[in-house]
C-alpha cells in the first residue's frame, strides 16, 4: 500500500521560508501525482500545487504561484514543496497526497489537480504557522 510522510512544518515570522517533504513509499510505479493541499481551522481543504512525479509538469494555486516551488528527488522518492515569501494567511495544516494516473486522469489532470475527492491516498499533516 502506497504510504505517504510529509515533513518539515514549522513556525516562521512572514517572508520567511519552510520546505516541506513528502516521501512516497510502496509503489514503484511512475504514473502518479503528488498534491500538496493545506486546511486552516474553519475553512476547506484547498489545493495548493502539484506534480506530474512520470513528466515532471507542475500546478499551482494563483494564491501560491510565483512564491511556492514543488520539485521532486525521483532517486529519494520524495516530492518537496519550498515555500518562499511566507504570509500569515499560509498558515495551515498542509498535506501530500497520492494520485493514481491513468489515461483518463493524466488528461484531466489540469482541471482535477486540485480536487481533493480525487486523490487515493493522504499523508498525515505537517503544521505550517506564520506569524510576527
Known amino acids: 500500500e502506497v504510504q505517504l510522510q510529509a515533513s518539515g512544518g514549522g513556525t516562521v515570522q512572514p517572508g520567511g521560508s519552510l520546505r516541506l517533504s513528502c516521501v512516497v513509499s510502496g509503489t514503484s510505479l511512475d504514473d502518479y501525482a503528488i498534491g500538496w493541499f493545506r486546511q486552516a481551522p474553519g475553512k476547506e481543504r484547498e489545493g495548493v500545487s502539484c506534480?506530474?512525479?512520470?513528466?515532471?509538469?507542475?500546478y499551482y494555486a494563483d494564491s501560491v504561484k510565483g512564491r511556492f516551488t514543488i520539485s521532486k528527488n525521483n532517486a529519494k522518492n520524495t516530492i518537496y514543496l519550498q515555500m518562499d515569501s511566507l504570509k500569515p494567511e499560509d498558515t495551515a495544516v498542509y498535506f501530500c497526497a497520492f494520485l493514481f494516473l491513468d489515461s483518463a486522469a493524466l488528461a484531466d489532470l489540469p482541471r482535477l489537480w486540485n480536487v481533493h475527492d480525487e486523490y487515493h491516498y493522504w499523508g498525515q499533516g505537517t503544521q505550517v504557522t506564520v506569524s510576527s
Open positions: 506534480i506530474n512525479k512520470s513528466d515532471g509538469s507542475t
